[in-house]
């Protein structure tokens, strides 16, 4: 793999160590609503405690109003987490809230390493952000990576080298940003279905009259990529008006027969117009992929909030704690976090 991780860091008890964890979870009404992403990061920090580590935890909030005091009081009912206050387990206020973050600079990586042994990146989700926390720590202390972030590398790599039939499935919107990982998984999948709003851009460069369905803007050479026989497109659609808002049945009917042949399944994004409750497609899908005996992995924001409305987080051979992360991984195979863990 390349990087160390905290299992080859020899003994530690004693130690201090910087955990930069992803934390960035959903927060409503003051409650934190979904915890996957702090559960996820359970085990390294369990590890650490055992092995009688110090632990300092840091995280970002996108949020900027927020200062992790919500998430706090949300762990602390299963963790003995102080928030600020010098402890065993302490977690300090958000990372976007300091200058020098999102900047990537040397003094703020400076001012979270003094008095620290050891770092440890357990943010794969926020890995491909050239920031402080992630890319500056690890040019200051020896570093490795966590459990989790050791386990979606391991995880996600197994996409490059995969039992066949191997079925892509990318749905969700920004063609800009989707269009390098349609181009390699071109070379790897068998198959490759596109929907959500991307799959609106296919049917635009294949004349079909799109309405008012969201596409992007740009032609990115899609009738040559349809043209080498892989990409599969919906069959029918739901529509309000003229506007495409989801996958329709027979579109779903078509998939269940390539999911139940595929040996490896690789998904994210939605179907259909999320934010406005067009979820069916999505929904259908998530349960014909729980059901298949293939290698699944998955993982995005809506695509998991389908998982989790549907109760079947457990029933995927891997779910990745990555929105961006995950597709920028995919795509080219490594992470700024990565790289960053490799050089010590
Ligand atoms: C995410 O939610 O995907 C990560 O926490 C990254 O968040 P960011 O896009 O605000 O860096």
């Known amino acids: 793999m390349d990087f160390k991780t905290i ?26 609503v979904d915890d996957f992403r702090i559960k996820k990061t359970l085990p390294t920090i369990e590890y650490l405690q055992k092995a009688g580590a110090k632990i ?11 200062n992790l005091q919500t998430v706090y009081e949300y762990v602390k009912g299963f963790l003995p987490l102080t928030f600020i206050e010098p402890s065993d387990l302490m977690l300090l206020p958000n990372l976007r809230m300091e200058k020098g973050e999102k900047e990537n600079l040397r003094d703020l990586a400076v001012k979270l390493a003094s008095g620290v042994d050891l770092f440890v990146n357990e943010a794969f989700s926020e890995s491909h952000r050239e920031y402080a926390s992630i890319v500056g720590l690890p040019k200051l202390l020896p570093s490795f990576a966590g459990l989790q972030f050791n386990e979606e590398v391991k995880r996600l790599s197994n996409a490059f080298y995969p039992k066949h039939p191997f079925l892509f499935i990318l749905g969700g919107a920004k063609f800009e940003t989707k269009l390098s990982l349609i181009d390699k998984f071109l070379n790897i999948a068998d198959d490759i279905f596109i929907g959500g709003a991307l799959a609106n851009n296919f049917f635009k460069a294949m004349g079909q009259d799109v309405g008012d369905s969201l596409v992007s803007d740009g032609d990115f050479g899609l009738k040559e990529k349809i043209q080498e026989g892989k990409i599969i497109l919906p069959i029918d659609t739901v529509l309000d008006g003229t506007r495409i808002e989801d996958a329709g049945p027979k579109t779903i009917e078509n998939l269940k027969l390539r999911i139940e042949s595929s040996k490896f399944i690789l998904w994210n994004g939605p179907l259909g117009e999320f934010e406005k409750s067009y979820k069916t497609g999505t929904l259908e899908l998530a349960k014909l992929i729980a059901n298949s005996e293939a290698e699944t ?10 998982i989790k409305e549907l109760g079947l987080l457990d029933k995927f051979s891997f779910v990745s704690t990555g929105g961006g992360a995950m597709l920028d991984f995919l795509a080219t195979g490594t992470l700024v976090g990565i790289e960053a863990l490799k050089r010590i």
């Open 297 to 306: 992995i998955v993982g995005g924001g809506d695509t998991l909030s389908a």
């Open 7 to 32: 299992l080859e860091a020899g003994n530690i008890e004693g130690k201090t160590v910087l955990v930069r964890v992803d934390w960035n979870v959903p927060i409503e009404n003051g409650k934190v």
């Open 56 to 66: 300092i935890l840091i995280s970002h909030h996108d949020s900027e109003s927020e």
